[in-house]
């Protein structure tokens, strides 16, 4: 149980484009959602935290406008990029928890973005 | 705000020996969750263990078990006859015990496995 899928695994678009990341969680209802970024040989970098039927709580430094986060059922989460750039090339991971102060989140695989 | 150390970059054990990972972290709550993630080159994220701050045992798990000093606040873990499977990135976290369960991380130890 307790499974996080994230779709697509790898994403190549062209800098300019907008790019949709989804998070699914497979077998149980998340209630909070958190989106990470990893720079290659890098720690996980909280983005976002996300609340099923709510706005986004971003991490200071986080541009809400460029990392757009909607939360629209208990089961998925989205992460869009928008006009994407070289610099937001990076592995990007959700991770989900539930509700009743439960302790432990379930993180998905990660989607590799590249932006040419 | 809580703030998450892993001083050892790098790491590098035999098999079937014995190493220790390192992990300090700077809080003022007095109820909070501790844990170490494993990431493989996969780069899927594995809960490898977890600690609660109330508890004074330490926590175990087959192979893995955890060094908790909560007044050191030092959180080390040891894995113990290492095999060439747990060569990965290894995360230490912090979660308070709080209504947010937001995970702080480590800057993480690279684990390497000689056969």
Same mark, same amino acid.
């Given at each position: ?116 | ?36 993630? *494993?990431?493989?080159? #996969? ?9 609660? %701050? &109330?508890?004074?045992?330490? +926590? !175990? ?16 873990? *040891?894995?113990?006859? #290492? ?9 230490? %976290? &912090?979660?308070?015990?709080? +209504? !947010? ?15």
């Amino acid at each position: 149980g307790a499974v996080v899928s994230q779709h697509p695994s790898r994403v190549i678009c062209k800098s300019g484009t907008s790019v949709k990341i989804e998070c699914r969680s497979l077998d149980f209802q998340a209630t909070t959602m958190f989106w990470y970024r990893q720079f290659p040989k890098q720690s996980l970098m909280l983005m976002a935290t996300s609340n099923e039927g709510s706005k986004a709580t971003y991490e200071q430094g986080v541009e809400k406008d460029k990392f757009l986060i909607n939360h629209a059922s208990l089961t998925l989460s989205t992460l869009t990029v928008t006009s994407a750039h070289p610099e937001d090339s990076s592995f990007y991971i959700c991770s989900a928890g539930t509700s009743g102060g439960a302790v432990e989140q379930f993180f998905g695989p990660g989607t590799r973005l590249t932006v040419l | 705000a809580q703030t998450v150390t892993q001083s050892q970059p790098e790491m590098s054990v035999q098999e079937a020996e014995t190493v220790t990972l390192s992990c300090t972290y700077d809080t003022s709550e007095s109820d909070y969750y501790l844990f170490w993630y *494993k990431q493989p080159p #996969s780069r899927q994220m594995i809960l490898v263990i977890r600690q609660e %701050a &109330y508890k004074q045992q330490n +926590a !175990t798990e087959n192979r893995f078990s955890v060094n908790f000093q909560k007044a050191a606040k030092s959180f080390s873990l *040891k894995i113990s006859d #290492s095999q060439l499977g747990d060569a990965a990135m290894y995360f230490c %976290a &912090y979660r308070s015990a709080s +209504a !947010t369960n937001k995970l702080i991380f480590g800057t993480g130890t690279l684990l390497a496995v000689q056969p």
